[in-house]
């Protein structure tokens, strides 16, 4: 059997074969509890539970405290008592939604057709990313390492050729893994495994192909469709036989998830090495205000308040916004409105781990008009950034880019530099 799994450090397994595997699914590990302790170094190796408060429920619990048996939706009472050397922690929503919102983020840098499942989960069709990266492992690898440098929690990936063998594959990477499930090895992945692990099977669907004696999924992919119909109904019988034979036309759609309101877009970036150079830190939020107007021009949108965010090496992080006096969408305006914010800082040989450049207050571009100045000409930058906009959609990305962008510099993880 082929199908590998990766986790840090790395197997020494030869990787897998990913050809064709275009579906990526992420799932951080133990959400809740992950960004509960991140800065709790002394909580690292305890048994830790999120909950508890007017939910009397478990959100989260650490790999040390699920030894015990307490999972997600247990009532407190019963983590308790499973548990009761547990630490408790309530759960921080606003930290808890803003570190969502940076993961998908780092999603988005990767691909724009990201559908989340949840808070902490989401699919990523990574198939028009292949010629920016090597492979869809290659991908998988870089979203692990960004998030853990960037956020410093885990997640464990699933790289596939289907949404259900990807979602299936990152539960089995889990904690902090990565498995690929190469096309040529398919049934090998799936059949041995139990039949609640087949997409949309709970507990009541599970417990009705036992009494049919289905314990695993060949067992179901052998039972004749007719027989599965029959028992299931006519299209839960022939979804069930098509899932466990590998088929899954399920496509992954891009969109926002109910926790991820499009109030905001914003783009950061890490650098390779720590930096302490004013001129490299200038020269990065030009790109990501680049990156970031792009976006809000493509999504019809213009924003007011333009926010920088800067990560030392130590990871305390500073942030400052500034709210401008009309709505905006074109680079020069952000760039110098976050270069300013970047320069009040008076940092004086601080070194820099990661920068970023969000744009808030966002508002429909119909309807996000602006007054003209007396003097001012009736077509300006956001005309020039819109033909450019036409320029990279029909040449590629490094078709036109401001002369700044084309000295050489230090390169952000993950990402090589343009030729």
Not at 60 to 84: E, I, Q
Not at 105 to 134: K, W, Y
Not at 382 to 408: I, K, M, N, Q, S
Request: charged residues 25%; glycine residues 6%; proline residues 5%.
């Amino acid at each position: 059997m082929s199908w590998s799994r990766r986790s840090r450090p790395r197997s020494e397994t030869a990787a897998a074969d990913d050809a064709g595997c275009t579906v990526v699914h992420v799932d951080m590990d133990a959400f809740y509890a992950s960004v509960a302790i991140r800065d709790r170094p002394e909580l690292r190796d305890a048994p830790v539970i999120v909950g508890g408060g007017h939910r009397g429920v478990v959100l989260s619990a650490t790999y040390a405290a699920r030894v015990y048996g307490v999972r997600s939706a247990m009532s407190m009472t019963r983590a308790r008592r499973l548990c009761p050397q547990a630490v408790v922690i309530a759960p921080d929503f606003a930290c808890l939604s803003a570190v969502s919102a940076a993961v998908m983020e780092t999603f988005r840098s990767v691909t724009p057709i990201v559908e989340p499942l949840s808070m902490d989960e989401a699919f990523l069709d990574v198939s028009g990313s292949l010629r920016r990266f090597s492979s869809p492992t290659a991908i998988g690898e870089h979203l692990r390492a960004r998030i853990a440098d960037e956020q410093r929690i885990t997640c464990s990936v699933g790289v596939a050729s289907t949404p259900q063998l990807a979602k299936m594959a990152s539960r089995q990477a889990k904690p902090d893994g990565l498995v690929v499930v190469p096309v040529t090895e398919v049934t090998a992945f799936l059949h041995p495994q139990g039949v609640e692990e087949l997409w949309g099977v709970g507990e009541k669907t599970a417990a009705a192909l036992h009494r049919l004696g289905l314990r695993t999924i060949a067992d179901v992919a052998h039972t004749p469709v007719e027989v599965l119909q029959r028992a299931m109904g006519p299209r839960v019988g022939a979804r069930l036989h098509a899932l466990a034979w590998g088929d899954d036309d399920r496509r992954i759609v891009a969109k926002r998830g109910a926790d991820e309101p499009e109030h905001s877009i914003g783009a950061d970036e890490t650098f390779g090495r720590d930096t302490d150079d004013p001129d490299v830190v200038l020269r990065e939020l030009l790109r990501l205000s680049t990156k970031v107007a792009a976006r809000m021009r493509a999504a019809h949108v213009s924003g007011r308040t333009i926010t920088v965010r800067v990560r030392f090496s130590d990871f305390t992080t500073l942030t400052r916004s500034r709210t401008l006096g009309n709505f905006t969408a074109v680079t020069p305006e952000i760039y110098a409105t976050a270069a300013d914010l970047f320069t009040g800082l008076g940092l004086q040989r601080a070194r820099i781990r990661l920068v970023g450049v969000r744009v808030e207050g966002l508002r429909d571009a119909v309807v996000a008009t602006r007054q003209l100045r007396l003097d001012e000409r009736p077509f300006g930058w956001e005309d020039a950034e819109r033909a450019v906009d036409r320029a990279v959609h029909r040449f590629g990305r490094y078709a036109v880019r401001p002369a700044t962008l084309l000295e050489p510099s230090v390169a952000p993880s993950g990402q090589s530099q343009a030729p």
